[in-house]
């Protein structure tokens, strides 16, 4: 990953074309909303099945939120520690919303209706994914219903606005506590036994 915002770093990204055959060029969020004054971004989940021959998606109401190592500045750009946010680089295990309050985001505006708009922003997204992959998903011709999770993560700028940030084909389920991998097991294989299984 390379921050653009120098002659230096221009060099450094076009030197970048030479060495691979693709590479993903996209706006980079100088007004990300802090989470106890680092950069953050939310792990949560997305669910496509296919059931008797029918598609359909489902989200996550239950998001993992990552911060960066240190302090955010819009400066420094190209410092990990500053600007990428990953579950090692976080402190503790943080969930959304149960975490997601003016304590942690140094904020008197977040309450229900701000999570609602957050959540309504999320299924919007969720949704043109959804319309998205129903057009290539396919089952193996020996396998008569299927289902995957993706992990999704989204970013959240000091408005307010969620941005998709990446679909990942797996997900992952790791945790710094051994209490935060039960719970998490706990959440997702009751919803897969939900929207699954009592299905079939």
């Not at 971004?41 to 998606?57: C, E, G």
Request: aromatic share 12%.
């Amino acid at each position: 990953i390379i921050v653009i915002h120098d002659n230096k770093t221009l060099t450094q990204a076009k030197q970048l074309l030479q060495k691979y055959d693709n590479v993903l060029l996209s706006h980079y969020i100088t007004n990300p909303l802090l989470f106890k004054n680092r950069k953050c971004h939310i792990r949560t989940f997305f669910l496509v099945s296919i059931l008797h021959n029918q598609f359909n998606a489902y989200m996550c109401d239950l998001g993992r939120i990552f911060t960066a190592k240190k302090e955010y500045v819009q400066e420094d750009w190209n410092n990990t520690d500053i600007h990428d946010t990953h579950m090692k680089s976080t402190d503790k295990d943080y969930f959304f919303p149960e975490d997601f309050n003016n304590t942690n985001l140094n904020r008197h505006d977040i309450n229900k209706d701000t999570i609602e708009n957050i959540y309504s922003q999320i299924k919007n997204i969720f949704t043109a994914m959804a319309k998205i992959v129903s057009r290539d998903v396919k089952l193996y011709p020996n396998i008569k219903n299927g289902f995957n999770i993706f992990g999704v993560d989204l970013m959240i700028t000091d408005k307010l606005e969620v941005i998709l940030i990446e679909c990942n084909a797996e997900g992952t389920y790791k945790s710094k506590e051994p209490g935060t991998h039960i719970k998490l097991e706990k959440y997702l294989f009751n919803w897969i036994d939900k929207v699954i299984f009592q299905k079939i």
